[in-house]
Nanobody, 114 residues
Framework: QLPLVESGGGLVQPGGSLRLSCAAR????????MAWYRQAPGKERELVAD???????NYADSVKGRFTISRDNAKNTVTLQMNSLIFEDTAVYYC????????WGQGTQVTVSS
């Protein structure tokens, strides 16, 4: 079983919102900075946002002000709230650590299209 399972993706119109969830199979990620990444067709995987165990967040310039990352250590989840989506946000989204990595999950597809 994969240690991290992403969900919540889908098809959305520009300007719309989605909420992605990452469920960890256990509490192994506690204490580590967790992050959301995305990979668009033909492009390399890029860091979208990260959050320390203490809740300090960091965002890529391209999503700053539109995306919000959060975590719930009690529920072993990391969430990415995405608002004001644009075409360029279309990608497969993954969660993982930032400096400590686990096996990559299958990701969740986000498609922004009119």
């Amino acid at each position: 079983q994969l240690p991290l399972v992403e969900s919540g993706g889908g098809l959305v119109q520009p300007g719309g919102s989605l909420r992605l969830s990452c469920a960890a199979r256990g509490s192994f990620f506690r204490g580590y900075t967790m992050a959301w990444y995305r990979q668009a067709p033909g492009k390399e995987r890029e860091l979208v946002a990260d959050i320390t165990n203490g809740g300090i967040t960091n965002y890529a310039d391209s999503v700053k002000g539109r995306f919000t990352i959060s975590r719930d250590n009690a529920k072993n989840t990391v969430t990415l709230q995405m608002n004001s989506l644009i075409f360029e946000d279309t990608a497969v989204y993954y969660c993982n650590g930032k400096t400590r990595f686990w096996s990559w999950g299958q990701g969740t597809q986000v498609t922004v299209s009119s």
